[in-house]
């Protein structure tokens, strides 16, 4: 089995990456079964590096048939290629808030100092028959700049955040070196068809990129397939059949529990939705004192300035909301700010009647997923979600809203509370043939799989696809939910419809 190499900005230990949540537990998951490398910063500072053309890799013990191997970053690259370039211009860009994308001078060389140390260090790694999976925005350059060093491997790239319109996009000063830097990959994944068209109109406008016949997208002098491969949960790891739960502390009988578990990022859109609980406290106070809303919300990248007011302005909503309405023995909102182990989340989200979803903009958004996955067969929850969160191209028997329009949110959760058990139900049947018919072990399968076709692809002259490559890309046509058609080696496996 050929070895994968995945490259990620932040690389764990991968017992702790299976309890951390989100991508780190697929990664630790495809390394269980597949013999892997994971390569990507340690989450260390030191001072300098003692060669500063030096990559400054250090090779982990080998965990079964998988090795970490990490480099620590200066508090200048930290600064720069972190805090500034990946995470004030691509990550507020990308979810499509110009307004807060800051284009300093020296964010960028930065960037692509650290992404060509990681070059560096990953290619004298790289041995011939490995597959190589780059992760997010932080390494577009990656992948081009490991094709300069000579390495010739099927090389993917998987965007786990949204690709805003191309207008957007444009406005990025460096825009067309990373338009350059996304061609040089054999695939590009992402996370819904609208960020393959967004992406597809980006090229063409930035880099007069040209749809081919095949379907891939021709630009420079590369071809590259652009597919949407949706992100997965281990539903089975949140599945508790009717087991009952431990009681939640402060639970009362009668009161119903909502719940939003998200990190304190702008994208989230936690103000709108206090103000759209509020909102229904005050249209329909009939439901005063008979629900909560549980509101997660660990702190991230605190240095960064956009997020500087996020907690005042949360902190300072929570405090109107719970002063307005709640009583001596009754406090509408819980505000809680900080992380809940992995093991409670899913007795939370079990326990919840309603799951409260609504980010102003995200890539997928897992949590709804965990949360549908984590519910009583026979008496389960609804959850409410943004239609601007990924999750809603799949999950369309949640309740789909508009996180900005307050009266439709709000309306949302008394629908949610109205809702016949039989409705919740058939919902939930729905849902959950969706999240287990395209799990995490999905999701990375058919990227790999695709991922070598399109390389195959790339030297199509001299290498045809292989009888198990053609074998595991019937089987992918066949799975549910994974969306596109594939046009590759001249054949076309088409995939199964989301089964709506
Ligand atoms: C990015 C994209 C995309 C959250 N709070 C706690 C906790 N978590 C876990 C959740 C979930 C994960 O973290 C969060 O995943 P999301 O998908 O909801 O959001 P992002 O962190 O923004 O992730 C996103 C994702 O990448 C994957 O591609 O879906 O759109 O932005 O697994 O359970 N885990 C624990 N305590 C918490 O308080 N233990």
């Not at 066949?478 to 995939?495: E, M, N, S």
Request: proline residues 6%.
């Amino acid at each position: 089995m050929r070895r994968i190499v995945v490259v990620s900005n932040r690389v764990m230990d991968l017992k702790k990456a299976a309890q951390a949540g989100g991508v780190a537990v697929a990664i630790a998951d495809l390394f269980r079964v597949r013999p892997g490398l994971w390569f990507g910063w340690n989450g260390k500072l030191v001072d300098t590096h003692d060669d500063p053309k030096a990559p400054d890799v250090r090779i982990g013990k080998a965990v079964g048939a998988s090795t970490l191997a990490t480099l620590p970053l200066t508090p200048d690259e930290h600064r720069d290629y972190y805090l500034g370039y990946s995470n004030s211009v691509l990550w507020p860009v990308f979810h499509n808030r110009l307004d807060l994308a800051r284009f300093e001078a020296g964010f960028y060389a930065r960037y692509m100092e650290v992404n060509e140390r990681f070059a560096r260090g990953l290619a004298a790694l790289v041995q011939p028959d490995d597959i190589i999976w780059i992760h997010d925005y932080h390494l577009i350059p990656l992948g081009g700049m490991l094709r300069r060093a000579g390495i010739t491997n099927p090389i993917g790239f998987f965007l786990h955040i949204p690709v805003p319109p191309s207008q957007a996009f444009l406005a990025v000063p460096e825009h067309r070196e990373l338009a350059q830097a996304l061609t040089a990959y054999d695939l590009v994944g992402l996370q819904t068809q609208a960020d393959v068209a967004n992406l597809i109109q980006f090229l063409e406008d930035s880099v007069s990129g040209r749809i081919l016949q095949d379907g891939r997208i021709a630009a420079f002098d590369h071809r590259l397939a652009i597919e949407s491969f949706p992100v997965g949960i281990d539903a089975d790891a949140f599945v508790c059949g009717a087991k009952a739960i431990p009681p939640l502390a402060q639970s009362t009988d009668g009161v119903q529990r909502i719940i939003g578990v998200d990190r304190l990022d702008y994208s989230k859109g936690l103000p709108e939705k206090f103000r759209a609980f509020g909102h229904f406290l005050e249209k329909y106070p009939a439901y005063r004192r008979k629900i909560v809303l549980s509101q997660i919300a660990p702190p991230t990248r605190e240095s960064v300035e956009a997020y500087h007011d996020i907690r005042q302005t949360l902190e300072a909503l929570s405090g109107k909301i719970n002063g307005m309405f709640g009583e001596l023995d009754w406090v509408p909102i819980h505000y809680i700010y900080r992380s809940a182990p992995r093991d409670r989340l899913r007795d939370i989200y079990r326990a919840s009647r309603i799951g409260f979803f609504t980010p102003l903009r995200d890539g997928m958004n897992l949590v709804a997923k965990e949360y549908v996955a984590s519910q009583n067969p026979a008496d389960p929850g609804v959850p409410i979600l943004s239609r601007f969160a990924g999750a809603a191209e799949q999950l369309v028997d949640a309740l789909i809203v508009n996180p900005y329009n307050l009266e439709e949110t709000a309306d949302a959760i008394k629908t949610a509370l109205d809702m016949e058990k039989s409705e919740r139900i058939e919902r939930y049947s729905r849902l959950m043939s969706v999240i287990r018919g395209y799990d995490s072990a999905a999701w990375s399968a058919s990227f790999l799989v695709t991922l070598e076709a399109a390389a195959k692809e790339r030297s199509r002259a001299v290498a045809p696809l292989t009888p198990s490559m053609r074998a595991s890309m019937a089987k992918l046509a066949r799975t549910p939910h994974a969306p596109i058609a594939l046009k590759l080696g001249g054949q076309v496996f088409k995939r199964a419809s989301n089964g709506k």
